[in-house]
T-cell receptor, first 114, second 114 residues
Framework: DAGVIQSPRHEVTEMGQEVTLRCKPI?????LFWYRQTMMRGLELLIY????????DSGMPEDRFSAKMPNASFSTLKIQPSEPRDSAVYFC????????????FGDGTRLSIL | AQSVSQHNHHVILSEAASLELGCNYS??????LFWYVQYPGQHLQLLLK??????LVKGIKGFEAEFIKSKFSFNLRKPSVQWSDTAEYFC????????????FGTGTRLTVIP
């Protein structure tokens, strides 16, 4: 079975540019999570969707960050405008909605903002 | 607020040494507990999980963890580490609130010296 698929794997761009990260959850999963991983702060939950609806976005750093889930098989995390401090690895994870199920992670997108 | 503490930031062991990584959490209700492993340059993979029942759970690759409710702890153990266990290990807690918010510790980096 295909796991969680994220694209791109790596992105390097200049500050001020718009960045869009993509995620395809595992088929049948109805909960999707976006995390950010940095050396300083470890893994932080940014936003969580259930049945395509954002449930908790309290981890989104600021208005420059936005996330959408237009359907059950696709989500995007957008940063506009990007800043160097946004450089991190961004992980997407999915699970079936019952809360005692483990989350399955994608390979992550390594984002570098110059 | 819920929190997860991993007090060991970096552990260095020789091959065949025994391993114990600490994990403590602060949440008064029912929780599910997880250990994830992240090998260099890879995504998080589930090592083991605890939902209910026997507090000693066995995971992949010879890892086990013991849930001690009175101590709010879920320490990870392995009797004899291998060089291939070099990775970062994350403890995670999922409070049973009906939401699906997974709280991660800051991680422990394990370096195994051949």
């Amino acid at each position: 079975d295909a796991g969680v698929i994220q694209s791109p794997r790596h992105e390097v761009t200049e500050m001020g540019q718009e960045v869009t990260l993509r995620c395809k959850p595992i088929s049948g999963h109805n909960s999707l999570f976006w995390y950010r991983q940095t050396m300083m702060r470890g893994l932080e939950l940014l936003i969580y969707f259930n049945n395509n609806v954002p449930i908790d976005d309290s981890g989104m750093p600021e208005d420059r960050f936005s996330a959408k889930m237009p359907n059950a098989s696709f989500s995007t995390l957008k940063i506009q405008p990007s800043e160097p401090r946004d450089s991190a690895v961004y992980f997407c994870a999915s699970t079936f909605g019952i809360s005692n199920q483990p989350q399955h992670f994608g390979d992550g997108t390594r984002l570098s903002i110059l | 607020a819920q929190s997860v503490s991993q007090h060991n930031h970096h552990v260095i062991l020789s091959e065949a040494a025994s391993l114990e990584l600490g994990c403590n959490y602060s949440y008064g209700g029912t929780v599910n507990l997880f250990w994830y492993v992240q090998y260099p340059g890879q995504h998080l993979q589930l090592l083991l999980k605890y939902f209910s029942g026997d507090p000693l759970v066995k995971g992949i690759k010879g890892f086990e963890a013991e849930f001690i409710k009175s101590k709010f702890s879920f320490n990870l153990r392995k009797p004899s580490v291998q060089w291939s266990d070099t990775a970062e290990y994350f403890c995670a807690v999922l409070p049973q609130t009906g939401a699906n918010n997974l709280f991660f510790g800051t991680g422990t980096r394990l370096t195994v010296i051949p």
